[in-house]
């Protein structure tokens, strides 16, 4: 039986056949995205709000200083430079904006969508929004309600069915493969075509690719984003923290900076607002490979996934990757991470999925 697959463009909707993959689908299309899925089978969505907050901050953000990744298209020849609102470098006036064109669109397809969802499944949704120079002819002085027009929506559902968080062979297999990617701090559709050079060098059973600059410093994964949980010396006595929360001396949780060239992503912000409130120690810093003997805990985090425990991590011994035409020409080095998630990974993963009730948006059936 085929899964459920629905994509919905100015009012016309596809199904099954005829609607793309999701990777397909971003591909086609140049602009800024965000995707997350829905909850407790099919009766609300993940952190809505905050998804679309994250879209009108890559919106913005591309606008501004890449619109090559933000528009379908290079401007035609002779096109004056656009005369935007004032109000277009507000953030407010995006978030505003971006809620305004996705809300009107997920109101037409979402009721369809759920509509086709097979039992068992969850949806997963991606929104995408994309700039369209040719709306721009003609237009003198933009007003707020012009500049609006110049984008459309994209929204693409999928059938996804979430794994089993803690069971014996769900945790992620990483490898560190690239480099980290250019305006990372807005998810832009473009990145699903760059990052493709990087599978060639992804080894058999890896399920997820890790990014750096350097070979030691841990960016984030091509879609994830990368969380170490690491003792703050060598000493034994240190692992204390396994069998209590509470020794704040002990460890702490790591994770890169937005400024190191990270995705904002919307499940990182909630792991950093989690550690806070549950006094877990969290710095942001990009764990170092040098220090990997001090990792006692990894997960990475992704709207689908939500947070996934990490089983293996491997780096190669030299960072000579642009040499590389293979996976299995790398000299590899590896991590492992034995017995299921940790404590601190559990943990948080728990107080996630309590605010997933709290905070989702509730669907009408």
Same mark, same amino acid.
């Given at each position: 039986?085929?899964?459920?697959?629905?994509?919905?463009?100015?009012?016309?909707?596809?199904?099954?056949?005829?609607?793309? @993959?999701?990777?397909?689908?971003?591909?086609?299309?140049?602009?800024?995205?965000?995707?997350?899925?829905?909850?407790?089978?099919?009766?609300?969505?993940?952190?809505?709000?905050?998804?679309?907050?994250?879209?009108?901050?890559?919106?913005?953000?591309?606008?501004?200083?890449?619109?090559? *990744?933000?528009?379908?298209?290079?401007? /035609? @020849?002779? *096109?004056?430079?656009?005369?935007?609102?004032?109000? !277009?470098?507000?953030?407010?006036?995006?978030? !505003?904006?971006?809620?305004?064109?996705?809300?009107?669109?997920?109101?037409?397809?979402?009721?369809?969508?759920?509509?086709?969802?097979?039992?068992?499944?969850?949806?997963?949704?991606?929104?995408?929004?994309?700039?369209?120079?040719?709306?721009?002819?003609?237009?003198?002085?933009?007003?707020? &309600? &012009?500049?609006?027009?110049?984008?459309?929506? #994209?929204?693409?559902?999928?059938?996804?069915? /979430?794994?089993?968080?803690?069971?014996?062979?769900?945790?992620?297999?990483?490898?560190?493969?690239?480099?980290?990617?250019?305006?990372?701090?807005?998810?832009?559709?473009?990145?699903?075509?760059?990052?493709?050079?990087?599978?060639?060098?992804? /080894?058999?059973?890896?399920?997820?690719? *890790?990014?750096?600059?350097?070979?030691?410093?841990?960016?984030?994964?091509?879609?994830?984003?990368?969380?170490?949980?690491?003792?703050? &010396?060598?000493?034994?006595?240190? &692992?204390?923290?396994?069998?209590?929360?509470?020794?704040?001396?002990?460890?702490?949780?790591?994770?890169?900076?937005? !400024?190191?060239?990270?995705?904002?992503?919307?499940?990182?912000?909630?792991?950093?607002?989690?550690?806070?409130?549950?006094?877990?120690?969290?710095?942001?810093?990009?764990? @170092?490979?040098?220090?990997?003997?001090?990792?006692?805990?990894?997960?990475?985090?992704?709207?689908?996934?939500?947070?996934?425990?990490?089983?293996?991590?491997?780096?190669?011994?030299?960072?000579?990757?642009?040499? @590389?035409?293979?996976?299995?020409?790398?000299?590899?080095?590896?991590?492992?991470?034995?017995?299921?998630?940790?404590?601190?990974?559990?943990?948080?993963?728990?107080?996630?999925?309590?605010?997933?009730?709290?905070?989702? #948006?509730? *669907?009408?059936?």
């Amino acid at each position: 039986m085929t899964s459920t697959r629905i994509v919905f463009s100015n009012g016309v909707v596809s199904q099954a056949s005829d609607a793309p @993959s999701v990777s397909t689908f971003l591909q086609e299309r140049r602009g800024a995205y965000t995707t997350t899925r829905t909850h407790n089978n099919g009766s609300c969505i993940l952190f809505w709000e905050r998804h679309l907050r994250r879209l009108a901050s890559s919106a913005r953000i591309l606008y501004n200083s890449s619109p090559n *990744l933000l528009f379908k298209s290079p401007p /035609p @020849s002779g *096109l004056e430079p656009i005369r935007t609102p004032s109000s !277009s470098s507000s953030l407010s006036m995006w978030e !505003s904006m971006i809620k305004s064109l996705v809300n009107d669109s997920m109101n037409e397809a979402l009721p369809i969508a759920l509509k086709e969802r097979r039992d068992g499944e969850e949806l997963a949704v991606t929104v995408l929004v994309s700039g369209d120079y040719g709306k721009l002819s003609g237009i003198e002085n933009m007003g707020s &309600d &012009d500049f609006l027009g110049v984008f459309d929506v #994209y929204v693409h559902f999928s059938g996804y069915v /979430p794994f089993v968080f803690g069971v014996e062979g769900t945790g992620a297999r990483l490898a560190l493969v690239g480099r980290g990617r250019d305006v990372a701090e807005a998810k832009y559709s473009d990145w699903v075509r760059l990052r493709k050079p990087l599978e060639k060098l992804r /080894p058999p059973s890896v399920t997820e690719l *890790l990014l750096s600059n350097d070979g030691d410093q841990l960016l984030e994964g091509s879609i994830t984003n990368f969380f170490v949980v690491c003792r703050k &010396d060598n000493s034994e006595a240190e &692992d204390k923290f396994l069998q209590t929360c509470n020794n704040s001396h002990s460890f702490e949780v790591q994770t890169a900076p937005i !400024s190191d060239g990270v995705l904002p992503g919307v499940i990182r912000q909630l792991v950093i607002e989690v550690c806070r409130s549950k006094g877990i120690p969290i710095r942001e810093v990009a764990s @170092s490979w040098s220090q990997h003997e001090l990792w006692k805990e990894a997960f990475i985090t992704s709207s689908l996934r939500v947070l996934q425990h990490v089983e293996s991590i491997q780096v190669p011994k030299t960072w000579e990757l642009q040499e @590389s035409d293979c996976w299995n020409d790398i000299a590899w080095e590896q991590k492992l991470f034995e017995g299921g998630p940790g404590m601190i990974t559990k943990t948080i993963q728990e107080e996630i999925m309590e605010r997933a009730g709290l905070e989702g #948006y509730t *669907l009408k059936r």
